[in-house]
């Protein structure tokens, strides 16, 4: 049974950091590409950062050079650090792995950046 659990969401001031975990169970989890999404009130999900299992990384332009993602693949875990946060990065951040056809999401952890 495959199962992600984000964790590391909380209340953070404007300017602030966070990093999100993401533990993976249940996969061969070196050969997943990764990434993460988020979806705050009133809007679609949107792709917030990538990391294939090559290691090929991708940033929203909304995020570029605040947030890094990485993962390590002995411990079977993702994280996302978040700096310089801003009040629009509020949401729910979700994780998700994906490999061929086959995806799985995590329940997601609330991000809420104000001051």
């Known amino acids: 049974q495959v199962q992600l659990v984000e964790s590391g969401g909380g209340l953070v001031q404007p300017g602030g950091s966070l990093r999100l975990s993401c533990q993976a169970s249940?996969?061969?989890?070196?050969?997943?590409?990764m990434d993460w999404h988020r979806q705050a009130p009133g809007k679609q999900r949107e792709l917030v950062a990538s990391?294939?299992?090559?290691?090929?990384?991708y940033y929203a332009d909304s995020v570029k050079g605040r947030f890094i993602v990485s993962r390590d693949n002995a411990k079977n875990m993702i994280y996302l650090q978040m700096n310089s946060l801003k009040p629009e990065d509020t949401a729910v951040y979700y994780c998700?792995?994906?490999?061929?056809?086959?995806?799985?999401w995590g329940q997601g952890t609330q991000v809420t950046v104000s001051s």
């Open positions: 998700n792995v994906y490999w061929g056809i086959s995806s799985f």
């Open positions: 990391l294939s299992s090559g290691g090929v990384t």
């Open positions: 249940g996969i061969t989890f070196s050969i997943f590409g």
